[in-house]
């Protein structure tokens, strides 16, 4: 194993980089806690096609039943997406679960990226596993893999300081731990991945780890993602695991390279996407072409995950209303669509606001609003709306209106489920 580190893991007190200084991985959580579930399933303690609800685990879902442990896995359970960064304030972790990890749309139809997804396994984990999520994955996959650097919303002095446009951070946590609040050092995320390719491991029996890494069903082979990786299959007979994650504290990014027997890990303390591109230039040292390769991979994912623009047609034009769903309770809400393709949102008596960044990506209708919804979490932070609609028989407008922080910080994106229903011309009258 080669290891190198450079710059400060704490730059006010000069306290340099080792590879065992620890950083904030962000997303690599959700690889770490797919690991625990198929461990888990190879026990029989979890069937990957039960519902959560079979653990005790209850998930609001307002639109039809019946997701399953491997669709959380694969986030086609259509849990929306959502995270906290909490700096010390009185948090209750599974109340934040319970209220914003919301199904908005039938199990099984869309991959929607999603830490609550993710914060649902490691709640049927921490019920299964009979004691917290932080313990139980350090007792049976951390310290089993010989990963004793690592662990869930860690602090402490061998965690590295992060920076944001060259400021320190406070501390903080993040929730869902188990979709986004991992910290690891560069030692141990190399044995984390040296373990996916490990012939002789025994945590996870052979079929269960080759299920693991497989692209079986049509939506997992189109996004590429399954179990907390993505699964980059190449023409040339090579293949990639890839499992990143962006936060602002840290970035972390680990490339597994099966037919090389090659893994590389890299980290830093800032929010970077710098840390894939130095992965990619690394893995092409090892495996000729394969930068060209993972860039061609990354060009076709950000080519369909560009949204085209929102033309209305007539049947899209003029007045809906319906709800949002808040921890206080529903607030009524109208949105407004006009034929030149301005779309006006408003709650309550509320003044309607322009929604901006307009777009239709993969059949969502997206885009984003200089408005707020009061929430019990948010205080007074700045935010702002993002929109995340898809039309029910041309008649109905269901999704989530997502709140997101605006100030220096971040801090929140919590979503609400909200369904609107077109108005007819005799109501709209009437108002």
């Known amino acids: 194993m080669c290891e190198e580190a450079f710059g400060w893991a704490d730059r006010e007190k000069q306290i340099p980089a080792t590879p065992n200084t620890v950083y904030a991985a962000g997303s690599v959580a959700k690889a770490v806690t797919g690991a625990a579930t198929f461990m888990l399933a190879g026990k029989g303690k979890i069937r990957l096609d039960d519902e959560p609800e079979q653990y005790g685990v209850h998930v609001r879902a307002d639109a039809g039943t019946g997701m399953t442990i491997r669709q959380l896995l694969s986030m ?198 710098a840390m894939d591109d130095l992965a990619f230039q690394f893995a092409d040292l090892f495996s000729s072409g394969l930068l060209a390769n993972l860039e061609s991979a990354r060009k076709e994912v950000e080519a369909a995950e560009i949204s085209r623009p929102f033309h209305a047609d007539q049947s899209q034009r003029g007045s809906w209303v319906g709800t949002v769903d808040t921890p206080k309770g529903k607030l009524p809400v109208r949105m407004q669509i006009t034929g030149d393709d301005h779309v006006q949102i408003g709650f309550e008596q509320g003044t309607m606001v322009p929604v901006e960044g307009l777009g239709v990506e993969q059949g969502f209708l997206s885009g984003e609003a200089a408005t707020s919804i009061s929430l019990p979490e948010t205080g007074n932070q700045p935010s702002k709306l993002k929109l995340q609609l898809l039309w029910v028989d041309g008649n109905r407008l269901v999704g989530t209106a997502r709140m997101e922080s605006t100030g220096d910080l971040p801090r929140f994106g919590l979503p609400l489920y909200i369904s609107l229903s077109r108005q007819k011309i005799g109501e709209e009258r009437k108002e």
């Open 76 to 273: 086609t359970a259509s849990i929306q997406h959502g995270w906290f960064y909490n700096y010390g304030s009185d948090l209750d972790r599974k109340k934040l679960l319970n209220w914003y990890a919301i199904g908005a749309f039938p199990p099984g139809q869309h991959f929607i990226y999603s830490n609550f997804s993710y914060g649902i396994l490691g709640e049927v984990l921490e019920r299964v596993g009979k004691r917290p999520f932080r313990e139980f994955m350090r007792g049976e996959v951390l310290n089993r893999l010989q990963m004793t650097s690592s662990g869930f919303n860690l602090a402490g002095r061998e965690v590295a300081i992060g920076y944001q446009a060259g400021k320190a951070l406070p501390p903080h946590t993040f929730e869902p731990e188990a979709g986004g609040g991992f910290y690891t050092s560069a030692h141990d995320l190399a044995l984390f991945g040296l373990f996916q390719i490990d012939s002789a491991q025994k945590l996870i029996a052979p079929k269960l780890m080759k299920e693991m890494h497989a692209l079986e069903t049509d939506q997992q082979v189109k996004s590429r993602y399954t179990s907390g990786w993505g699964i980059l299959n190449f023409e040339d007979g090579s293949s990639v695991l890839l499992s990143n994650g962006v936060v602002q504290a840290g970035s972390a990014t680990l490339l597994v390279l099966p037919k090389a027997g090659v893994v590389i890990a890299c980290l830093t303390n800032t929010g970077s996407d």
